[in-house]
C-alpha cells in the first residue's frame, strides 16, 4: 500500500493518466492528472502505480509552483486547449459593427465588436492548428502539405481586411507576399 508518499511523486492512474501528488492528506492524496485536472484518489483503493517517489518525510512539496504551472501550460497547448490573448485596436472597444441589408424593409444586424472579433481571433487560432496538423500528418508527403499550406495562406490573404481590428500588428493576418 502507498500511504505515505511525499507532494510531488508521480503516479500513474488507469482513468486519469499520470499525474503528481499535491499533498498528502490523512486518508487521500490530491493529485493533479494530465487528464483529469486535479483529484482525491483515496489511499485504502491502491488503485495507482508509483513512477517516481519524491524523498522526504515532511507535507511541504517539492516541486514549485512554476513547474506545476509550466506542466498545466504544456498540457493545455498539447491539447489546443489555451489560447493567446489578443487585443482589440483601442479605437474598436466598446463598439458596434452594423450590418444594413440592401433592402431597405429588412431590419439590420448590431453586433458588439468585442464578439465579431473574438470570433475573428479564434477563425485564425483554427487556422494554425490546421497548419500545425497538417505539417504533422505522417500520412501527407512534402508535395501534398506545401499543397493544403498555399490553400491555408490564401485564407489567411482572405482574411488581412480584418487586420484593422488587432491592436498589435503581430497578430495581423498574412497572406501570401508578392515578389518583386
Known sequence: MNENLAPGTRINHDRYGEGFILKNNLVDYEVLFE?????????????????????????????????????IESVLKKHNVMQEVVPLGDRWINGTLVLNPGNPDLQSKEVPVETFFHKIVMIRDRLRVLE???????????????DLQQYITRCYGSLTTFNVLFKEKDHYFVGSKKED
Open 132 to 146: 500545425q496538423q497538417i505539417n504533422s500528418h505522417p500520412k501527407l508527403n512534402d508535395s501534398e502539405k506545401v
Open 35 to 71: 487528464h483529469g485536472g486535479k483529484r482525491s484518489i483515496l489511499k485504502s483503493k491502491n488503485e495507482f502505480e508509483v513512477l517516481e517517489e519524491m524523498e522526504g518525510v515532511d507535507d511541504e512539496p517539492k516541486i514549485k509552483l512554476s513547474e506545476v504551472q509550466q506542466l
